[in-house]
């Protein structure tokens, strides 16, 4: 099975920038590709940014483009999320997520099988 453990969140002001990490362990071989989900208060687990492991292919949220770069060290297993001029409605709990299915299905949550505990991104005005 496959672990993740993310940290990097915080508190930040409106603008500023937060990076996430994403941390694989266990059997990393049998993932294709991680995604980064993230849910605020009240609302919906949304889809944010994917990549493939092999390639490095990329895949936003329209309201990520531009703002947020999703990476990959294969080395350490890791998935970073760097996250540019922060909004107050960036405010929510981050999630990374393995796919462990052969496609790639980067914005369709049922094709992540295994979640990490989440990191608070919060963001003030």
């Known amino acids: 099975q496959v672990q993740l453990v993310e940290s990097g969140g915080g508190l930040v002001q409106a603008g500023g920038s937060l990076r996430l990490s994403c941390a694989a362990s266990?059997?990393?071989?049998?993932?294709?590709?991680m995604g980064w989900f993230r849910q605020a208060p009240g609302k919906e687990r949304e889809f944010v940014a994917a990549i493939k492991w092999s390639g490095g292919i990329t895949y936003y949220a329209d309201s990520a483009k531009g703002r947020f770069t999703i990476s990959r060290d294969n080395a350490k297993n890791t998935v970073y999320l760097q996250m540019n001029n922060l909004k107050p409605e960036d405010t929510a709990v981050y999630c990374c997520?393995?796919?462990?299915?052969?496609?790639?299905?980067?914005?369709?949550?049922?094709?992540?099988?295994?979640w990490g505990q989440g990191t608070q991104v919060t963001v003030s005005s």
């Open positions: 997520a393995a796919d462990l299915t052969p496609g790639y299905h980067p914005s369709n949550r049922r094709a992540y099988a295994v």
């Open positions: 266990g059997r990393t071989f049998s993932s294709n590709a």
